[in-house]
């Protein structure tokens, strides 16, 4: 157990996102995982105002971990990742061997915590989970509205592709708040 090793471990800040596409503006797995645990964290209050019953701090913790182990593995793209049913178990089935390598250097029960919200998000089973999902493909629209904006006509399928996934999302918690959210201007 090292804890200040792991504080020291900042490789997630180099991991580039979208590797395959010309970009006017680098994202790092870092800078993603922010931005995702502070859409999270909007939705929740959205959520509790209308009287949903959520665990923020849960929520935006998983949205906080939801990548870790792309400090290993990098961002795999998505085409490639998805192309196989094979390909994307044996991805999973890796990274659930390789989340235990992220948090070695906690104490046992930090670990664990920080692994359990891992996989409960790649689950996508709770609510909560569910939440991060939506915040990860918001801040994804988010990455591609910013880069079209600029001109950036390579991720304007991207863009639509994911904001049409979210138009049609179909859970209760997200009918609540989804009109507040989405909004097709950019």
């Excluded at 304007?156 to 989804?178: G, P, T, V």
Aim: net charge negative.
């Amino acid at each position: 157990m090292n804890i200040f090793q792991h504080i020291l471990n900042r490789s997630l800040a180099h991991v580039t996102r979208f590797s395959s596409k010309p970009q006017h503006f680098q994202e790092s797995v870092a800078e993603h995982s922010f931005f995702v645990a502070y859409i999270a964290t909007i939705m929740c209050e959205l959520l509790e105002k209308d009287g949903e019953k959520i665990d923020k701090e849960k929520a935006i913790e998983m949205a906080l971990a939801h990548d870790m182990e792309e400090m290993f593995s990098g961002d795999i793209l998505g085409p490639f990742k998805h192309k196989l049913p094979e390909v994307s178990v044996a991805i999973r089935t890796l990274n659930q061997e390789m989340i235990k390598e992220v948090f070695a250097d906690l104490p046992q029960d930090l670990a664990r915590h920080f692994i359990s919200l891992w996989e409960e998000e790649g689950q996508r089973q709770t609510t909560e989970a569910q939440i991060v999902k939506v915040a990860d493909t918001l801040s994804l629209i988010a990455k591609c509205a910013e880069e079209v904006k600029v001109g950036n006509t390579f991720f304007q399928e991207m863009y639509e592709s994911q904001l049409k996934l979210l138009q049609n999302y179909n859970a209760e918690w997200w009918e609540k708040i989804k009109n507040q959210i989405l909004n097709t201007k950019y």
